[in-house]
Nanobody, 116 residues
Framework: QVQLVESGGGLVQAGTSLTLSCTYSRVLFRLRTMGWYRQAPGKQRELVATLGDTGDETYADSAKGRFTIFRDNAKNTVNLQMDSLIPEDTAVYYC??????????WGQGTQLTVFS
């Protein structure tokens, strides 16, 4: 199973920017999809952004225009650049991968808290 370790969360003020990073390892099969999900208190886990192996990107409506997902193959990371943060972005953010055999992996999550 792919090992995923997130980093970069924290406590930030609304309007600022932050980049989350997810380092992946133990990849046995090519990764088909990489992405970020989040779960706010009392809510279900929801998709934030995904990046396909052909470079296609998808974003939740709440992330469009503010967030950018990108991959750094040299560092084995998939990152989420988040701009213009708002308190509603407060959540635990999880890294996710799916390989070509449809095996799923999740990171342990990183907490982001945005205060106004």
């Amino acid at each position: 199973q792919v090992q995923l370790v997130e980093s970069g969360g924290g406590l930030v003020q609304a309007g600022t920017s932050l980049t989350l990073s997810c380092t992946y390892s133990r990849v046995l099969f090519r990764l088909r999809t990489m992405g970020w999900y989040r779960q706010a208190p009392g809510k279900q886990r929801e998709l934030v952004a995904t990046l396909g192996d052909t470079g296609d990107e998808t974003y939740a409506d709440s992330a469009k225009g503010r967030f950018t997902i990108f991959r750094d193959n040299a560092k084995n990371t998939v990152n989420l650049q988040m701009d213009s943060l708002i308190p509603e972005d407060t959540a635990v953010y999880y890294c996710y991968t799916q390989d070509i055999n449809y095996n799923h992996s999740w990171g342990q999550g990183t907490q982001l808290t945005v205060f106004s």
